[in-house]
């Protein structure tokens, strides 16, 4: 029977746990301290060892994670993840890393998977990480910390999927920050911002007189790159032509700059990113696939914002601090109703369009307080057409009326079974009662 020491310092949550696991027919040992462990694992050999991180006690779990992976895989838990955490556990050894509030079945399937395996894994030791700038403890995001710990000390090319905004740059930044290579360059190239002629100049430099205006040799970024990383943001978007050029200088690690005849050695590693189905493309004939497959070595996926709801909070707390210090207001703040506002809203820009969104309305607050009617407006619009959907409307649009002209239907149909209530309708719409007669006032509608 397979044994295994669980150790967390939240009385419910060990029993939990422990209850989880002896369900499957392993033997459980329970612990709420590191100490105990650690005199309970010199009288016992277990096969897996399932450990909060952050325990009340000088030791934590990466603490016993150092002292035990050697006798047996360790899983860490915790309430708090972050990218720093992920990173040094996957560092350090741990066999993996699992967020609170954790699902059954996850906590079965990644034990199984840890008692199946080999305990003598190769340990890296931790230092120098860091998350950059990266914000979130979603299991979502969570996952993305993990796989970035795992493939930010290899030489692997990386692609990085995602839709616009949700922060492509920022994991390849932190892949960089967190290799080997982080004491050199990072060096970020927009491939959808050029034409094909200047991206080719600026990719891998020119010779001297090689066009008008070459008056002197230069180096290219993948040049500048050299022993660092080198970012493609938007990779998608080049020709063919220069996807060739690409290939080339990948395959063969080595550039030629526009006009010479010489070749030359480049060390970088290439980080690339797109918001295009690359599959998709390659059947579509518009991307090459052998340039697929060499660019998608390693594959990480960026979550949209509305697959993290969680994180919301977090990230308007963090672009609180910089209109905190843009407007000179330390008490800044949103109200309860304006972050739910936010909290509902599907954010199709993602991350990108929640930072404009909170420094817009940083910027229309009067005091210290950021209520609904601060939002853009699209947001209370967008809102309002979601509270109008869960009404039978089919009286409403019957004739096709514009959008404008549907929210004002909707909004005297409102007020009528309100019966002109001005707080019942605005708890209809889901608004406050200032966003409600700002509605009005737009349409030209009478409240009394």
């Known amino acids: 029977m397979k044994k295994i020491l669980v150790v967390d310092d939240d009385k419910a949550s060990c029993e939990l746990l422990s209850e989880i696991l002896t369900n499957q027919d392993w033997k459980v040992e329970m612990v709420n301290t590191p100490e105990k462990a650690l005199i309970l694992s010199n009288q016992i050999d277990f096969d897996l060892v399932i450990s909060d991180i952050n325990l009340e006690s000088s030791l934590s779990g990466l603490d016993l994670l150092k002292r035990l992976r050697e006798k047996s895989p360790v899983i860490l838990v915790t309430g708090f993840g972050s990218l720093e955490t992920a990173v040094e556990a996957t560092r350090e050894g741990a066999w993996d890393f699992i967020s609170k509030p954790f699902k059954v079945d ?32 979603s299991p979502v995001m969570i996952e993305l910390y993990k796989e970035i710990a795992r493939v930010a000390p290899t030489r692997s090319t990386v692609l990085i999927l995602g839709e616009s905004g949700t922060g492509k740059e920022l994991v390849a930044r932190a892949v960089h920050q967190n290799s080997p290579r982080r004491d050199k360059n990072f060096v970020a190239v927009n491939c959808g911002a050029l034409a094909e002629s200047l991206l080719e100049a600026e990719l891998f430099g020119h010779a001297k007189g090689s066009f008008t205006g070459a008056n002197a040799d230069r180096r290219g970024l993948w040049e500048e790159a050299d022993g660092g990383t080198l970012f493609l943001d938007e990779i998608g978007e080049t020709s063919l032509a220069m996807q060739v050029k690409l290939l080339r200088a990948l395959q063969e690690g080595e550039i030629r700059r526009v006009g010479s005849t010489q070749n030359k050695q480049v060390d970088a590693r290439i980080i690339a990113a797109t918001n295009r189905n690359l599959e998709a493309e390659v059947k579509a004939g518009n991307f090459r696939e052998d340039l697929f497959y060499r660019l998608s070595v390693v594959t990480l996926t960026v979550p949209p914002l509305r697959e993290r709801p969680a994180d ?28 739910k506002t936010l909290a509902v809203y599907e954010w199709k820009g993602n991350v990108r369009e929640l930072e404009s969104a909170v420094e817009y309305a940083a910027l229309r607050a009067r ?38 002209e549907l ?6 149909h409102v007020l009528e079974k309100a019966n002109h209530n001005r707080t019942k309708a605005a708890e209809i719409l889901g608004v406050d009662r200032r966003t409600l007669y700002r509605m009005a006032e737009r349409f030209k509608i009478q409240m009394d």
Do not use: C, W
């Open 312 to 339: 919301i909070a977090v990230l308007v707390e963090k672009f609180l601090q910089t209109a905190r210090k843009n407007t000179g207001r330390e008490n800044l703040h949103f109200s309860a109703d304006a972050l």
């Open 407 to 412: 929210e004002k239907r909707y909004l005297l």
């Open 106 to 137: 996850e906590i079965i399937a990644t034990a199984k998977r840890a008692l199946e395996q080999n305990a003598g894994a190769e340990i890296v030791p931790a230092k120098n990480f860091t998350s950059g700038a990266m914000v979130g403890s």
């Open 367 to 404: 005091g210290g307080k950021i209520i609904t009617e601060d939002l853009p407006v699209k947001l209370l619009s967008d809102t309002f057409k979601q509270a109008a959907t869960r009404f039978h409307l089919a009286e409403l649009y019957a004739d096709l009326p514009s959008l404008d």
